[in-house]
C-alpha cells in the first residue's frame, strides 16, 4: 500500500478496538479532503476527556490482571480445585489476562500518541493477532463453561467431561480463535507517512467492501449472538432445574430456609453471568455495526470517543469474570483464605499449610 496518499487529519489518534472491521482511517484515506475539521474537533475533545479515560483504563488493567493472577494461583496450587470446569475457568482468566495486557496498553498509547504506531511492524501484526484471538478466546470459553455447567446440573447421571476432552475442547477454542482472526491479520496494513511524521497500522479491506462485510456480520455472529444465545439457554436451563430441584427427605424448616436461600443465591448468580456477558460486549458490537451501515450514523465529533468508551465497556469484562465466576463461590474464597494464612505463617510452618500449599 502506498504511503503518499492524502491522510487524515489526526488519524495518528485512532486505536486498536477489540473487534476490527471497517477502521475509521479507511473513509478518512479516502475523503480526507471533506473532513479535516471534523477530525480535528474529535482529536481535541478525546485529548479533553484524557485525563478521566486514562485512570479507568488503568483501573480496569490493575482489577483485571491481579483479579485473574489469583484465580489462576488458587487453581494451579490446590489440589481440590484441579476438575474440568476450573481448567475452563483458568483458561478465561489467562485469557483476560493477556486481553488486559495487550489490548489496553497499546490501545491508549495509539489512541494519544501524537505519531500514531511507534512500535514497529512486527508489533503491529502481533498485537492486531494477539488482541483479537484473546477476545474469542474469553467469549468462547464462557460459553464452554456456560455448556459444562448445564450438562453437570440437568444431566447429573452423564459421564462428565474428561480432563484429556477438556484439553481438547481449549485447544480448539486457541486454534478456532487464531483462524477467525486469519482474515483480518492477512488484511493488516502497516504504513509509515513520513512526512507528516505519523504511522498507522489498520485493518484495510480496499476493494473488498462485501468481503468485509461478510467478515464483520460472520464474526459478530460466531463470537457475540451464538455464544450469547448459548449462554442464556444454558443458565435458563440450570435456572429451571434448580428451581423444580426439591430437597430430599423431611427436612427442619431451618434446613428448608438454607436450601431454598442457596436456590435464590444461584439464580441471582445466573442473572448476573448472563447480564454481564451480554452488557460487557453489547456497546462495541453496536458501535461496529453502525459504522458498517453507515460511518455517518456516528457524530463525527464524538466517533473515537464513542469509539474508546465502548472499548473500555468491552475490557471491563475481564474485571467481572473473576468475581462472577470464582470470588462467589464459597470454594474458591476458602482456598485463597486457606492459602494466604499458610504465606503468613511460613516462617514457622505446620504440617498443615505444608499440605495445603506444597504440590
Not at 488519524?11 to 480526507?32: I, K, M, R, T
Not at 493477532?129 to 448445564?150: H, K, M, N, W
Not at 444454558?234 to 442457596?262: E, F
Not at 465466576?325 to 464459597?330: E, G, Q
Request: positive net charge; hydrophobic residues 45%.
Amino acid at each position: 500500500m502506498e504511503a503518499n496518499q492524502s491522510h487524515p487529519t489526526g488519524s495518528s489518534q485512532s486505536f486498536l478496538s477489540g473487534h476490527h472491521d471497517g477502521p475509521v482511517y479507511e473513509v478518512a484515506l479516502q475523503n480526507s479532503s471533506t473532513n479535516h475539521s471534523s477530525q480535528f474537533a474529535d482529536v481535541a475533545l478525546l485529548q479533553i476527556f484524557q485525563p478521566l479515560i486514562i485512570p479507568f483504563y488503568v483501573l480496569v488493567v490493575a482489577v483485571g490482571v491481579f483479579g485473574n493472577y489469583l484465580l489462576l494461583y488458587v487453581i494451579c496450587r490446590s489440589h481440590k480445585m484441579h476438575n474440568v470446569t476450573n481448567f475452563f475457568i483458568g483458561n478465561l482468566a489467562f485469557s483476560d489476562m493477556l486481553m488486559c495486557v495487550t489490548c489496553v496498553p497499546f490501545t491508549l498509547a495509539y489512541a494519544f500518541n501524537p505519531h500514531g504506531w511507534v512500535f514497529g511492524r512486527s508489533m503491529c501484526y502481533l498485537v492486531f493477532l494477539i488482541q483479537p484471538v484473546t477476545v474469542y478466546v474469553s467469549v468462547f470459553t464462557l460459553t464452554a463453561i456456560a455448556v459444562d455447567r448445564y450438562y453437570a446440573t440437568v444431566h447429573p447421571l452423564k459421564k462428565r467431561t474428561s480432563v484429556g476432552t477438556c484439553a481438547a475442547v481449549l485447544a480448539g477454542i486457541w486454534l478456532l480463535s487464531c483462524a477467525l482472526v486469519a482474515p483480518a491479520v492477512v488484511h493488516t496494513y502497516h504504513v509509515e507517512f513520513k512526512d507528516e511524521g505519523f504511522t498507522i497500522c489498520e485493518e484495510f479491506w480496499l476493494g473488498q467492501e462485501k468481503e468485509r462485510r461478510a467478515y464483520a456480520y460472520s464474526t459478530l455472529l460466531v463470537t457475540y449472538v451464538l455464544p450469547l444465545s448459548a449462554v442464556v439457554v444454558s443458565y435458563l436451563c440450570i435456572a429451571v432445574k434448580l428451581k423444580k430441584c426439591v430437597a430430599p427427605g423431611n427436612r427442619t424448616q431451618n434446613q428448608t430456609g438454607a436450601h431454598q436461600a442457596r436456590k435464590r443465591k444461584i439464580f441471582r448468580l445466573v442473572a448476573l453471568l448472563v447480564i454481564a456477558f451480554a452488557v460487557c460486549w453489547l456497546p462495541i458490537h453496536v458501535f461496529n455495526v453502525l459504522r458498517d451501515i453507515d460511518i455517518n450514523l456516528i457524530n463525527k465529533r464524538y466517533f473515537l470517543l464513542i469509539q474508546l468508551l465502548c472499548h473500555l465497556c468491552a475490557m471491563s469484562s475481564s474485571c467481572c469474570n473473576p468475581f462472577l465466576y470464582a470470588w462467589l463461590h464459597d470454594r474458591f474464597r476458602a482456598e485463597l483464605r486457606k492459602m494466604f494464612k499458610c504465606r503468613r505463617r511460613i516462617s514457622a510452618p505446620s504440617n498443615h499449610c505444608a499440605a495445603s500449599v506444597v504440590l
